[in-house]
């Protein structure tokens, strides 16, 4: 079980180092064919993590904890500019649109939700037994 778990945190680990300064981590510019399912995941990878990115900036720029909580719409308006600015730099990167990135946030990974779903089968399983 603790092999189950450790293996399904180390997929869980990102290649870029969470931040909280909504910049977008030093990556290679390179163009990328969407035709190709790979490159297609890297965009929805890239998005992803631009997300949280965008999250965690909001939270620490505007958020109730960060001292200068203005209330629920300034803190969407902060989290949607840091987001624009994070999907633009990844467009730019990889010569994408930035709505191509947007809308690769709908692509999910299944294998990945499959199994978040397993484990906690399993987790259950074990707490019925």
């Known amino acids: 079980m603790s092999l189950l778990l450790l293996m399904l945190s180390a997929a869980?680990?990102?290649r870029v180092s969470p931040n909280s300064n909504c910049e977008w981590p030093h990556e290679t510019a390179i163009a990328l064919d969407l035709t190709k399912p790979a490159q297609r995941r890297h965009v929805s990878?890239?998005?992803?993590v631009a997300e949280d990115l965008a999250i965690r900036y909001a939270d620490s720029h505007s958020g109730p904890r960060s001292g200068h909580f203005a209330g629920l719409e300034e803190y969407a308006r902060t989290r949607e500019q840091c987001r624009a600015a994070l999907f633009q730099a990844i467009a730019d990167n990889h010569g994408v649109t930035q709505e191509r990135v947007r809308e690769s946030l709908e692509d999910r990974r299944t294998s990945f939700d499959l199994a978040v779903i397993l484990s906690f089968a399993v987790l259950y399983?074990?707490?019925?037994i």
């Open 125 to 128: 399983g074990l707490g019925v």
């Open 12 to 14: 869980c680990n990102r």
């Open 45 to 48: 990878d890239d998005a992803g």
